[in-house]
């Protein structure tokens, strides 16, 4: 069993009736919720606040935006509607949780007791790691067809990777861009046969074997990619306008290891609880009082939009469970 921390090291007056892990649209909206819910929540957003919008530039799948908006623009409105209702945002990164303790506590410089904690950490894409990618993230590089695939109608994209997602991907272009190229590192595809056999039946989809990404060129957009052949080591030049990342998602979850229960890929596991056959929670996480929202334990939708959902959900759970809790 994991230790509390040392009761010295809780500050007088630290105490939360609700602490927000993690910021970005789920974060935020339970924020706002759980503020109007005279919760007084502390939201704790890490360095960086806002989540992998951050990243993004243009936004036009978010309701309510009919000419999009800048990723930065839209959290940043988000974390002022939370603040407006009374949600405090500190800027720390929490390096340890306690949740056998209650009530719970969480370190983010200073530690935090809390009667309940919403989890909404997120995740990343995992990607190539060059310099190119980072610098040309948004400006062609995507990790998320679903978000920026209409942006690229009659376009030609890359798409890296070579299993499920990686296929879902490029048959989703393939309704924007006038031709998708598949790059895979090995000589078969991991996807599942059934969605092989729709991307091999697409006139849009080529594939390229055996071949990884060595670089993506271009100043202010992406205009290429330099493509390396990992047999012989044969470069070549392939001109393109989006470079596609599909090779799998990381949840931030590393400081919950041991302390949730977590599925095989490292999500948090949330769980319907019941009270006389009625559901009364969908967002609780293996110990009760702490819940979870957004991409950190969705892995299949990943939008701001589902995320801001779940976010708005784990809210009225908790809202829910400290009403019957009533915490002393």
Known sequence: ???????????????????????????????????????????????????????????????????????????????????????EVVYENVTEVDFTTYPFEVRAGEVYEADAVIISTGASAKLLGLESEKRLFGRGVSACATCDGPLFRGKEVVVVGGGDAAIEEALFLSKFASKVTVVHRRDELRASKVMQERAFGNKKIDFVWDTTI?????????????????????????????????IGHEPSTKIFSGKLELDEKGYVKTRDVFHDGILEYSTMTSVDGVFSAGDVSDYRYRQAVTAAGEGCKAALDAERWLERKKPK
């Open 1 to 87: 069993m994991v230790k509390s921390f040392p009761k010295e090291s809780i500050i007088m007056g630290k105490r939360r009736k609700l602490v927000i892990i993690g910021s970005g649209p789920a974060g935020y909206t339970a924020a706002t919720y759980a503020a109007r819910a005279d919760l007084e929540p502390l939201v704790l957003a890490g360095e960086q606040h806002g989540g992998q919008l951050m990243l993004t530039s243009d936004v036009e799948n978010y309701p309510g935006f009919p000419d999009g908006i800048q990723g930065p623009e839209l959290m940043d409105e988000m974390r002022k509607q939370a603040e407006r209702f009374g949600a």
């Open 214 to 246: 060595d670089d993506i060129y271009g100043d202010s957009k992406v205009e290429g990619v330099k493509m390396k052949n990992i047999k012989d080591g044969y470069l070549k030049d392939y001109e393109c306008d989006g470079v596609f990342v599909a």
